[in-house]
T-cell receptor, first 116, second 114 residues
Framework: GNSVTQMEGPVTLSEEAFLTINCTYT??????LFWYVQYPGEGLQLLLK?????DKGSNKGFEATYRKETTSFHLEKGSVQVSDSAVYFC???????????????FGTGTRLTIIP | GAVVSQHPSRVICKSGTSVKIECRSL??????MFWYRQFPKQSLMLMAT?????????EQGVEKDKFLINHASLTLSTLTVTSAHPEDSSFYIC??????????FGDGTRLSIL
């Protein structure tokens, strides 16, 4: 079956530090990959996505590249801000193995705290 | 962008009561809606997938009679937690999608059963 393994947190960084949150996946078909962000007390917001190998998703200074050879989709940001403090979820959806159902498989989430 | 509204955002009720949570897609017609449950500091667990006009598809281990899902229109799905007990306390999140687009999530409902 499909699975997502995500770097365990919590992660605490100083403002303007470089961020990497690792994510690897297992899928039987051709998954699309996502990063979602959850701010305290809120639902999830799509941060970025990539639908095929070598695609790079980017948004708000965050980037992730779909690496099929390493089955990875690591999230990076060059200079984090206090407002980036949130929980980040890596996820995949795989139409083929789920018989056309675009249900998401999530990683366990990584709590990120940025200190001034 | 697409907006999904979930209501209520928080509910506290006594054990044995039933609670209904609404999920609405505000500016698009959702072909599919999903219901998730999130335990503290854990990931989201898919409970069921709901298509308008048809019965929901529940994930393994989710009680159909406990968590009733109704998807009456392309913009509204409801989750009813029947005869709720303290172990049902959790954060419930819905999402909605239209074809070929990612899921858009509501802000969640924090359910506390006393």
């Amino acid at each position: 079956g499909n699975s997502v393994t995500q770097m365990e947190g919590p992660v605490t960084l100083s403002e303007e530090a470089f961020l990497t949150i690792n994510c690897t996946y297992t899928a039987t078909g051709y998954p699309s990959l996502f990063w979602y962000v959850q701010y305290p007390g809120e639902g999830l917001q799509l941060l970025l996505k990539a639908t095929k190998a070598d695609d790079k998703g980017s948004n708000k200074g965050f980037e992730a590249t779909y690496r099929k050879e390493t089955t990875s989709f690591h999230l990076e940001k060059g200079s984090v801000q206090v407002s980036d403090s949130a929980v980040y979820f890596c996820a995949l959806t795989d139409l083929i193995s789920n018989f056309g159902n675009e249900k998401l498989t999530f990683g366990t989430g990584t709590r990120l705290t940025i200190i001034p | 962008g697409a907006v999904v509204s979930q209501h209520p955002s928080r509910v506290i009720c006594k054990s044995g009561t039933s609670v209904k949570i609404e999920c609405r897609s505000l500016d698009f017609q959702a072909t599919t809606m999903f219901w998730y449950r999130q335990f503290p500091k854990q990931s989201l667990m898919l409970m069921a997938t709901s298509n308008e006009g048809s019965k929901a598809t529940y994930e393994q281990g989710v009680e159909k009679d406990k968590f009733l899902i109704n998807h009456a229109s392309l913009t509204l799905s409801t989750l009813t937690v029947t005869s709720a007990h303290p172990e049902d306390s959790s954060f419930y999140i819905c999402s909605a999608r239209r074809q070929l687009e990612p899921q858009h999530f509501g802000d969640g409902t924090r359910l506390s059963i006393l």
